[in-house]
């Protein structure tokens, strides 16, 4: 196939108008060209009065090599192999499946590529499935009463699949491409293929991870629930099994540890047994709301309500006066504030969007990067300590009842404690508590944000809209620690492999997708299938 860039059309070009722009492009007559697929579609929103749709297109046409040898321009290319190349298997026999522990993207992943490669794996989550963990999130959204092991954080699916499911990443790894790939098979809309940011939504998400459940088992893995590993068993330095609850045993040599970034209990319990920890620097801040319609319409002036361009996100960053860096994170349009706590008594916002993305409000973290510096301890787990401490304060701050701490925008600038809700109404649910938010973030995060709210609102018009809301406190952005592995991808405990987000490896639900098929990877060239 010949791939082409850079075909640009209007928003509002006909079904037609693509086909004739690659006929137009390549010179050829409307028989010749016999088949085409959009490889990415991006927009060009420069000029806020002329926005295009641009695409690279990927293209099958008679007499292919006759149409390169006449064509010279730069855009148009022979389409490069993307398709996911298997490792070679490894002849060291398994005694036992190997086992993954956690059911977000590292290990649902880790654990289809094993499956798919005949090496039958045993998939552990602590939480509930999907179907029986939305209802307990539910219920905690509506009357605060906190399930510590099934909610945001802990389940399957992770803590993406109560996210707006976006999958944008800064990896360049053709594994990205297998991972978008399987998430069609599993029910994503195959728009995430091309779109330059796509996203899944939650509401889509729920049904993918039950898919790729079922396909995992289809192919010989098992997957259980309600099944908290609580500890390792291990001989001199190589891992021979692992404790579920306290009372099963299950002997393996390859475990896959893919706990997600909030199993503070699972980092203590490594860091009881040896495992090689170390901090990792994170980012805090809150939840900052706006209604949908000033984004678009700072991002797409009068063409800001045009049906075919969505709800606009943005993506920000500043860098304040006191060397602290403040950005914005995890937008999510037409989204909404979630509780995502995971501990009893401290309390933890998120973003949430469905795929429609068509909820009034836009939301985003609005963060400031903090280091082992601020930890006030060279322990390996300090981090964990800090963000308890500021998800206490949080939850004490909200009225101790898991309603979160708020302030408009005009009164955090001005300093003085929110006494009533403006314009944008706050999304979050159980509920939020007019408060001054000074009381539940460090100086250094507080100063850094009301600096790059003003700053971004320079960025982005109307970003220091006085009656924007402010939520706290967004805590796990990223995991606070890393667990240290050597060039095989294995811990300090040998047949132990560390993988995504929790690890310190990952930054999404793609990046941890990848990494986890990384790790399944170095257990297949090491070990043979099971017979």
Known sequence: MLRISEIKLPIDADKGALKNAIIKKLRVSEEDLLEYRIFKQSIDARKKEQIYFVYTIDVRVASEDRILSKLKEPGITVTPDMSYPNVDAGDIRLSNPPVVIGSGPAGLFAALLLAERGYRPLLLERGKDVDN???????????????????????????????????????????CRKVLEELVKAGAPEEILYHYKPHVGTDILRAVVKEIRQRIIALGGEVRFESKVTDLKKETDQIVGVLVNDTELFPAEAV???????????????????????????SIGVRIEHPQSLV????????????????????????ASNGRSCY??????????VAAASEENRLVT??????????????????????????GSQHPLAGVEFQRHWEEQAFLLGGSSYKAPAQLVKDFLKDVPSTAIGTVKPSYEPGVTLTDLKDCLPDYVIAAMKEGIVALDRKLKGFAMGDAIMTGVETRSSSPIRIVRDDGLESSIKGLYPTGEGAGYAGGIVSAAVDGIKVAEAIIQKYAPLK
């Not at 678009?296 to 860098?319: R, T, V, W």
């Not at 914005?328 to 504030?337: A, K």
């Not at 949430?352 to 939301?363: L, T």
């Open 296 to 319: 678009n319409k700072s991002q797409y002036g009068s063409l800001a309500e045009n049906p075919n361009l969505g709800a606009a996100d943005y993506k920000l960053s500043y860098h």
């Open 256 to 282: 896959v540890l893919a706990v997600g970034h909030s199993a503070r209990d699972t980092f203590k319990m490594l860091h009881d047994r040896g495992v090689s920890i170390t901090q990792k620097p994170f």
């Open 133 to 175: 963990r939305a209802k307990d999130i539910e219920g905690f959204w509506q009357t605060g009463a906190l399930n510590p092991e099934s909610n945001v954080q802990f389940g399957e699916g992770g803590a993406g699949t109560f996210s707006d499911g976006k999958l944008t990443t800064q990896i360049k790894d053709l594994r």
């Open 350 to 375: 998120n973003g949430m969007s469905y795929h429609a993305r068509d909820k009034e409000n836009a939301n985003s973290a609005l963060l400031v990067g903090v280091g082992p510096e601020d930890f």
């Open 328 to 337: 914005t994170f995890c937008m999510c349009p037409g989204g909404v504030v």
